[in-house]
């Protein structure tokens, strides 16, 4: 099977840091602090505004950037793990972020003040370079995520869901309830069950204790939308073009 090639435990590096040019990695270590955030966490939102909060790279942890409508139902448009980072890092426009990030599976992460990243930015061609790719790639999964919960059928979206996540924290093994699953991606929790259950009978995928673990990446891969492949391929030129 495909997916014994991807660990299960969640290794502790941050790949946007690790593909940076080494003069802007060693410029940027001594000013990362390592802290540990906790599932429901909330690092970003509309109230506070960017200006005071930190930027985040994930090592360990996964991160949803959600909509919240004035209802009070919320929809994930997208998701950051150890690829990327989370924060205001190529506007710097002042004005404050339209959603949330909330950490949905706890772990490590990476953090720096963000005046002081754009100091450094404001120094490194090749840094700003690298922040502007990143946040092309991160758009394109916002458009694509907008997309499929637009036209693809739910077993489809949830197929995406559960890649998009293991590129995302570099584990086959996702610790997600079906209930966290159906409220990310604003449907009925019995709606998620029904999609869950035909995805196992047909042996893709299994649930053990909170955890969807991938049995079959490649069937799953072929079971997918275009979605997934849209969103791996961003982050794949992202890494191609880094300084
Ligand atoms: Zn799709």
Avoid: K
């Avoid at 949803?64 to 205001?88: K, Q």
């Avoid at 916002?142 to 739910?154: E, K, M």
């Avoid at 309830?177 to 869950?196: C, K, N, P, Y």
Wanted: with cysteine.
């Amino acid at each position: 099977v495909a997916a014994s090639a991807v660990p299960t435990v969640r290794p502790a590096v941050n790949r946007f840091l690790a593909s940076l040019s080494q003069a802007d990695a060693r410029r940027l270590e001594p000013l990362l602090a390592s802290v540990e955030v906790r599932a429901g966490e909330v690092l970003h939102s509309p109230d506070a505004g960017y200006e005071h909060a930190y930027v985040y790279f994930p090592t360990s942890c996964l991160i949803s950037l959600l909509y919240s409508t004035r209802e009070g139902a919320s929809v994930e448009v997208a998701v950051v793990g150890t690829d990327g980072l989370v924060g205001d890092v190529a506007a710097h426009t002042g004005a404050a972020p339209t959603h949330h990030a909330v950490v949905q599976i706890g772990g490590q992460a990476l953090r720096i003040g963000p005046a002081v990243l754009r100091a450094q930015a404001a120094a490194s061609e090749s840094l700003r370079r690298a922040l502007w790719c990143y946040t092309y790639a991160l758009m394109t999964q916002i458009v694509q995520i907008s997309v499929c919960n637009t036209v693809h059928p739910l077993h489809q979206r949830l197929c995406r869901w559960i890649l998009v996540c293991r590129d995302r924290l570099g584990i086959r093994e996702i610790p997600a309830t079906q209930e966290m699953i159906a409220r990310l991606l604003a449907v009925r929790r019995e709606s998620v069950s029904h999609a869950a259950v035909s995805l196992q009978t047909e042996g893709l995928v299994r649930y053990v204790r909170g955890h969807v673990q991938i049995v079959d990446a490649a069937r799953m891969e072929a079971a997918v939308c275009e979605c997934h492949g849209v969103i791996r391929d961003a982050y794949a030129h992202l890494v191609e073009a880094m300084p």
